[in-house]
């Protein structure tokens, strides 16, 4: 459950050209520097470096994003119509991979999103699942798009508590 960098999850915004913000991993780096969901990062680096995502293209792009702890992370987001600099030191956080809410138009479903498969998502599926059944869902929706998977116990784990002992998932 631990990580380093600056602790979002993002996807590729491919209609703006740029990375769209998605999460923001609590006491992480990102959050205490002022990072949002849905932030849109449009470029990486700064001064003479600064390039656009649009011409780097994704791949390029997060790989610069990327880096050791330590080290930092420059970039410029969209917020709304304003731009706005960050330079974000890389450091070790701890991984949110479990998120939930109560679906606003039927109070009834339970969102529950899956972004890893790490040694503490059971845990964290596990209270995720228990304050929704106490919010008084019945009803669950699982979101595991952009997941890219993990440690196979772990995704067994999360399995074995909603199935019935003696029934089989296949790996």
Do not use: W
């Not at 339970?110 to 209270?127: S, W």
């Amino acid at each position: 459950g631990s990580s380093q960098g600056i602790g979002v999850t993002v996807v590729n915004n491919q209609e703006l050209n740029c990375i769209e913000v998605v999460h923001v991993n609590s006491q992480s780096p990102a959050e205490k520097a002022g990072l949002k969901i849905g932030d849109l990062i449009t470029h990486v680096g700064t001064g003479d470096k600064k390039q656009s995502v649009a011409d780097l293209g994704y791949d390029r792009a997060m790989n610069m994003l990327g880096g050791e702890s330590g080290t930092f992370a420059e970039f410029t987001v969209k917020r709304g119509e304003k731009l706005h600099d960050f330079k974000i030191e890389r450091k070790a956080f701890t991984v949110d991979s479990v998120l939930h809410h109560v679906y606003a138009a039927e109070p009834s479903v339970g969102i529950v999103k899956i972004t890893e498969f790490n040694l503490t998502t059971r845990k964290h599926f596990c209270q995720a699942m228990d304050a929704l059944i106490q919010a008084g869902c019945s009803k669950f929706v699982f979101d595991v798009r952009n997941n890219p998977g993990g440690d196979l116990r772990s995704i067994g784990a999360v399995l074995s508590y909603m199935l019935n002992n003696g029934d089989v998932f296949i790996r």
